[in-house]
């Protein structure tokens, strides 16, 4: 049995997201109540440079003096924005600046308006998932949702996670997985009625074009890996036929679409093997067989069974042969899943060319080049 391990190839399209995902340090809700004052001209200047401040490492430096300097600043609430900000899109990442001024924000403005909530929990949220806190990550995606269920940053994250990881007992699992399937589903939704923004210097058609497509792969990919682990093989290949069309440099979508190809070959080979034993027996029963009615009825049975044969027999082949080149393409791609891959791609490669590994590499090398021409 296979693992399926946590190798969601999801960050790049979060970026795309979290970036169209626009929540004003003076929100409309702030902006209708009673507008903060700086105490001091000191104050005023201090809170200015902070505020046109580019470089988010002094941007960051300059919210922590800021703080210490003006304990009892109105504009503190802006003030830990820009931190949390600031720290999430440092390279790399503070991840643990971000969830640390998170919880002091939530806990001194527990009363601060939903569209400024989202803005400090989408980047707390993507903070967890950096730190690989499976269970605030989740956390933070439903509390996001109860504030907007249209939310496509948390979408994203939670159809991504919740497929990788999965409880033990069958009903809290099952329960997960149709979770992440409503989620990838209706973020499937959403990114297919994204408009291209306007910014400057604008995106071309093409590049959002580009764009679109790797969230639309990120979530196709979700929804395959949920089909994978309800053993819906058929299903699970179809998804990611279409994410490793749209995005053709996953080697993790392409690993487990041979997986899936792995599957749906082997109980072709199941199939089969039954359906010879089935003929086996209809056969002897036909020659047992006295009665010119039951004759007929037993060569009719025998033909129906010759005949789902010799689709099985059709079938196994294609089936085993996508495997092939899926696990190929991943090998070529490198990447977490290339060990996985290459055992995978050898044991099949050897079972169909009499036990050899005799050309293999040129196997490989023909499958990168694949990628490279555009899709039909």
Request: one cysteine or more.
């Amino acid at each position: 049995m296979f693992s399926f391990k946590k190798w969601a190839a999801y960050a790049s399209a979060a970026c795309l997201v979290l970036s169209l995902s626009v929540a004003p340090l003076f929100s409309q809700a702030a902006a209708e109540q009673k507008q903060p004052q700086a105490k001091t001209k000191a104050e005023y200047d201090a809170y200015m440079a902070l505020y046109n401040e580019a470089d988010p490492a002094k941007k960051a430096d300059l919210a922590t003096k800021f703080l210490t300097d003006h304990s009892e600043t109105e504009f503190k609430m802006f003030v830990y924005q820009m931190q949390i900000d600031s720290y999430a899109r440092l390279q790399p990442p503070n991840v643990d600046k971000v969830v640390e001024t998170g919880e002091k924000f939530f806990k001194d403005f527990p009363q601060a308006d939903n569209n400024t909530k989202k803005f400090v929990m989408q980047r707390m949220m993507n903070a967890y998932q950096q730190k690989n806190d499976f269970a605030k990550t989740v956390e933070y995606g439903d509390k996001l949702l109860t504030i907007d269920p249209k939310d496509l940053p948390s979408l994203l994250t939670l159809s991504s996670i919740l497929p990788e990881r999965l409880p033990t007992e069958e009903d809290k699992k099952a329960a997960q997985l149709d979770k992440a399937l409503d989620y990838s589903n209706r973020a499937k939704a959403d990114i297919e009625s994204l408009q291209k923004p306007t910014q400057n210097p604008p995106i071309t058609d093409e590049q959002w074009t580009a764009e679109k497509n790797k969230l639309l792969a990120t979530v196709n990919s979700s929804i395959g890996l949920v089909h994978l682990n309800k053993k819906e093989y058929d299903k699970a290949s179809k998804q990611y036929e279409i994410s490793t069309n749209l995005t053709k440099t996953n080697p993790v979508d392409f690993y487990r679409l041979g997986i899936a190809y792995t599957f749906l070959a082997r109980n072709m080979a199941k199939e089969l093997n039954e359906l010879v034993a089935a003929m086996n027996q209809a056969q002897t029963e036909l020659q047992n067989a006295q009665d010119a009615a039951v004759k007929d009825e037993k060569q009719k049975k025998l033909l129906e069974l010759k005949e789902k044969s010799q689709d099985s027999e059709k079938k196994f082949p294609e089936m085993r042969d996508k495997a092939i080149d899926s696990l190929a393409k991943s090998v070529y791609l490198k990447g977490v899943t290339e060990a996985s891959a290459r055992t995978e791609l050898e044991r099949l490669y050897k079972s169909k060319n009499n036990n050899t590994l005799d050309g293999i590499d040129t196997l490989i090398a023909q499958a990168g080049e694949s990628l490279k021409r555009p899709a039909q």
